[in-house]
């Protein structure tokens, strides 16, 4: 078997292919792995060294909005898994083009590309902030209309509706995942829970978005990545799959755990004024995976968090390098 992963390089992709290398998904044991990523700002370094020395991987620079390449690559592929994305909600405030680019344009070479070479099957990966904002106690399901609110949640909506107009049109093998806030080792530290663990162990303060009332579903990257290989696997083509982590916070109380975690307390934190149209809740059911293919988020939330803080304690070349700093002294956590 051969799987073309897009966006390997990056936080979700990279654990994606470790597992796969691993044989954490017995589906996959013996696949070959290509990782076609363009290594922008936001691939970790070394994120796939642990994987490097595999004879069942090969990584291509590249970009997926390079026809020829694409077409090249997923020539013989039997799966593609497509995590590549701008994916920072900040940086697409501050400037969409390269969103429209590589989440639109990227998304549908690779879906031509993928009828061309008839590939068995194709997961398109998404978010849940394609539905936008919703109220407790109310739920997004599969059902549910898209509605998004971000230049880069909408630039991911747009993805997801070509990808089914795909399966749609030309019978393309098509599946679409929608997962909550994912969180775990080599995220790029402009995403809130490595920035806040980063700069409280540089011994800088966070900023908290307005109040800090803004609530998000919480999932582990293992559990992320499960869910993904359940629908590779076995989702039926053509549907959408939400996986959720079962885990809903405040931006407040998340910070609250960090703080706890590092033996930090709230003079760390600085209330910044909040991000433009920032959605209030999100909130999903993942009642669909758990039914047709047993998937169930089995990383509690306070064991994750606490690994993932462990992690960035011990790794502080890894994100200094990204964040373009020096190292901190090394400091031990009791994890
Ligand atoms: P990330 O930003 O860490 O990684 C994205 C990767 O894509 C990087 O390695 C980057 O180099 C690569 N890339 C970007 N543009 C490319 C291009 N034009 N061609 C080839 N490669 C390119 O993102 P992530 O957090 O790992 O997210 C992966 C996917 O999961 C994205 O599609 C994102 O929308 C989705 N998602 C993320 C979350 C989350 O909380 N992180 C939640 C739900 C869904």
Redesign the pocket.
């Known amino acids: 078997m051969h799987i073309v992963v897009?966006?390997g390089?990056?936080?979700?992709?990279s654990h994606f292919v470790r597992q796969v290398l691993r044989g954490t998904h017995p589906e996959f044991r013996a696949a070959h792995v290509t990782v076609?990523?363009?290594?922008?700002y936001?691939?970790g370094p070394g994120n796939l060294r642990e994987a490097e020395g595999s004879s069942r991987l090969t990584v291509v620079k590249?970009?997926?909005?390079d026809q020829p390449l694409v077409e090249r690559l997923l020539t013989g592929a039997d799966l593609v898994v497509h995590?590549?994305?701008?994916?920072?909600v900040d940086r697409s405030i501050a400037a969409a083009d390269d969103f429209v680019r590589?989440n639109v344009m990227?998304t549908h070479r690779l879906l031509e590309a993928a009828l061309r070479a008839r590939v068995a099957r194709f997961v398109h990966?998404?978010?849940?902030e394609v539905y936008g904002s919703i109220e407790e106690p109310g739920r997004w399901d599969e059902q549910s209309p898209v509605a998004p609110n971000s230049p880069y949640s909408a630039s991911?909506a747009a993805s997801d509706l070509l990808a089914l107009a795909y399966h749609r049109t030309h019978g393309l093998p098509v599946c679409v995942t929608r997962?909550?806030?994912?969180y775990g080792s080599h995220?790029?530290p402009e995403?809130v829970v490595p920035r806040f663990v980063t700069r409280i162990l540089s011994g800088q303060r966070v900023p908290l978005y307005g109040d800090g009332s803004h609530v998000r579903d919480w999932l582990h990257v293992d559990d992320h990545c499960r869910g993904v290989a359940l629908v590779a696997a076995g989702g039926r083509p053509g549907q959408v799959y939400n996986i959720g982590g079962g885990t809903e916070l405040t931006n407040r109380d998340l910070t609250g755990r960090i703080l706890g975690l590092l033996g930090a307390d709230w003079s760390r934190v600085d209330h910044v004024p909040d991000r433009k149209g920032h959605d209030v809740r999100y909130a999903l059911t993942y009642d669909k995976i758990s039914a047709e293919l047993g998937y169930r988020p089995t990383v509690p939330f306070e064991e994750g968090l606490a690994r993932t803080v462990a992690w960035y304690t011990r790794h502080p070349g890894w994100w200094t390098a990204l964040r373009g700093d020096e190292a901190p002294p090394r400091r031990e956590v009791p994890v």
């Open positions: 897009t966006g390089a990056g936080f979700i992709g076609l990523d363009r290594f922008t936001a691939a590249g970009d997926i909005c995590f590549a994305a701008e994916s920072h590589t990227g990966v998404s978010t849940d991911k997962c909550s806030n994912t995220q790029h995403k």
